[in-house]
């Protein structure tokens, strides 16, 4: 079945980087743009980034652009998330998110916490 | 970024009709409208209708989407307690260019 897993979270300490991943299954991976949701606790969804199908054109939120670095490697079925100088406010559940016309599938998520 | 506006809860009766609303601007809801996204505590979202309005399969049929102007709006009729949730409303902002998404309404079935 069409499937999403993020991988990558924990504890970091503020300035500290931690990258993400998200394996794809169940669908044809290459030909999907992807996004990356983020929802602090208790908080709502926050749209972090997004990565076209091949890679080419990638947008990001004001508050991690600069600190965060989308990629792919579509023959692995996996989406990354770079995080450097993370801050206290990026304390969140990560989801990764296929994007067919809008936000059709989403993986469990992983939880990132940034304390000191 | 701007985010979409949506009322910070809703309550309804069992078996009643709930209408969500999203208000943004003509560069997000008013120029392609919005998707509509629930989400059941502890889990992660699920999406229950695209920005044409359209919903994905599998999704029931007492919802149902719109949109008139810069408001988009989701409608849920014979509430069942199942329908409980915090709801959220996401669009593309030609002008920021960028995704941004609604507070989300924490939907009440009393």
């Known amino acids: 079945q069409v499937q999403l897993v993020e991988s990558g979270g924990g504890v970091v300490q503020p300035g500290r980087s931690l990258r993400l991943s998200c394996a794809a299954s169940g669908f044809t991976f290459s030909g999907y743009a992807m996004h990356w949701v983020r929802q602090a606790p208790g908080k709502g969804l926050e749209w972090v980034a997004f990565?076209?199908?091949?890679?080419?054109?990638?947008y990001y939120a004001d508050s991690v652009r600069g600190r965060f670095t989308i990629a792919r490697d579509n023959s692995k079925n996996t989406l990354y998330l770079q995080m450097d100088s993370l801050r206290v406010e990026d304390t969140a559940v990560y989801y990764c998110?296929?994007?067919?016309?809008?936000?059709?599938?989403w993986g469990q998520g992983t939880m990132v916490t940034v304390s000191s | 970024q701007a985010g979409l506006t949506q009322p910070p809860s809703v309550s309804k009766g069992l078996r009643q009709t709930a209408t969500l609303t999203c208000t943004g601007n003509?560069?997000?809801?008013?120029?392609?409208?919005a998707a509509w996204l629930q989400q059941h505590q502890g889990h992660p979202p699920k999406l229950l209708s695209y920005?044409?309005?359209n919903r994905p399969s599998g999704i029931s049929e007492r919802l149902s989407a719109s949109r008139s102007g810069n408001t988009a709006s989701l409608t849920i009729t014979g509430l069942q307690p199942e329908d409980e949730a915090d709801y959220y409303c996401s669009a593309w902002d030609s002008s920021l260019r960028a995704w941004v998404f609604g507070g989300g309404t924490k939907l009440t079935v009393l």
């Open positions: 003509s560069n997000n809801v008013g120029n392609q409208g």
């Open positions: 920005r044409n309005n």
């Open positions: 990565i076209s199908y091949d890679g080419s054109a990638k």
């Open positions: 998110a296929r994007e067919d016309r809008d936000f059709d599938i």
